[in-house]
């Protein structure tokens, strides 16, 4: 028979283990703060990037290095941060920034839950495999310039756009209209 010391200290032993097991469980990551973090990160260093550019030569430099640089910095800013980071968008200008079928639903929805401020939300998808973010991109006035309604983009401006990419479906918007998502996705 156990000695009732022995008895005791197992108790304790086992309340010690189990509060500090209880106590110290993992918590997920903050995905969605974390996800805030990394595309402003790609925001602001795109958009001084551009305007860099801009100030330089106008759109006729701008135009070349957005097309030859936006995608390898957006991959390389997702390597940086171990996620997979993506602009997607129903009105491509570049087809491997496409939404998926999938995607267009996030899209859609999204867009139909802009308030009246004009905010649209951000949306997490969680799999078995991973957790997206979805991340809205809205249309500021800087954008027009590029994407905004023919009578808002230079003529100089459509012929090089139309020169570097033949399918542009990129034009065409207001300020504060949802121009795309981006989509950061963590592995777990």
């Known amino acids: 028979m156990l000695e009732w010391k022995t008895v005791v200290f197992r108790i304790l032993f086992l309340l010690v283990l189990f509060s500090f ?3 110290c ?3 997920n ?11 402003n990160e790609a925001k602001t260093n795109l958009v001084q990037k551009l305007n860099s550019k801009i100030a330089e030569g106008g759109t006729k430099q701008a135009i070349p290095f957005c097309k030859l640089n936006a995608i390898g910095f957006t991959n390389g800013l ?8 993506r602009r997607i968008t129903n009105k491509p200008r570049n087809q491997s920034n496409l939404l998926s079928a999938n995607e267009e639903k996030i899209f859609l929805e999204i867009e139909k839950l802009k308030t009246p401020e ?6 997490s998808i969680t799999s078995d495999d991973s957790v997206t973010v979805y991340i809205p991109i ?3 006035g800087f954008c027009l310039q590029c994407h905004g309604n023919l009578n808002e983009i230079q003529k100089t401006t459509k012929q090089i ?5 033949p399918n542009d479906k990129a ?6 209209e949802l121009r795309g998502l981006f989509s950061v996705q963590f592995p777990k």
């Not at 756009?161 to 990419?165: F, G």
């Not at 034009?171 to 504060?176: A, D, N």
């Open 118 to 123: 004009g905010v649209f939300p951000n949306k």
């Open 29 to 39: 990551p903050d995905y969605e703060s974390i996800a805030i973090t990394i595309t």
């Open 161 to 165: 756009l139309d020169q570097e990419y």
């Open 21 to 23: 097991g209880f106590g």
């Open 138 to 140: 809205p249309v500021m």
């Open 25 to 27: 469980q993992w918590k």
């Open 171 to 176: 034009i065409g918007y207001k300020v504060g």
């Open 78 to 85: 997702g390597q940086k941060n171990g996620v997979t980071l």
